[in-house]
């Protein structure tokens, strides 16, 4: 069985009906600086039972391509939005 990878980010839309936009943050040290710097990217997750909220934080885990841009779903919600 092949390791599917994580994700923990930021829900920031809502997509559609079944979709959310996420926001994964990482830290990198910067090359010339070596100042720890936030490199952001964004990914589509499908969200079958539309539970997710604006602002929740949530785990996504990889799967089969659902469309052209979306490759993710749903795992777990970590923390409600406030």
């Known amino acids: 069985m092949t390791h599917k990878r994580e ?7 809502i997509a559609g009906e079944k979709t959310i936009s996420i926001v994964v943050e990482r830290r ?3 090359p010339r600086y ?3 710097v936030k490199r952001f990217k ?5 969200d079958e039972s539309s539970e997710c909220k604006v602002g929740d934080e949530i ?3 990889e799967c089969r391509p659902l469309s052209k841009t979306k490759s993710f779903r749903l795992k777990t919600v970590v923390t409600g939005a406030k």
């Open 7 to 13: 994700i923990q980010g930021k829900v920031v839309t």
């Open 28 to 30: 990198v040290m910067h």
């Open 34 to 36: 070596h100042k720890v």
């Open 42 to 46: 964004k990914y589509l997750v499908h």
């Open 59 to 61: 785990i996504a885990i």
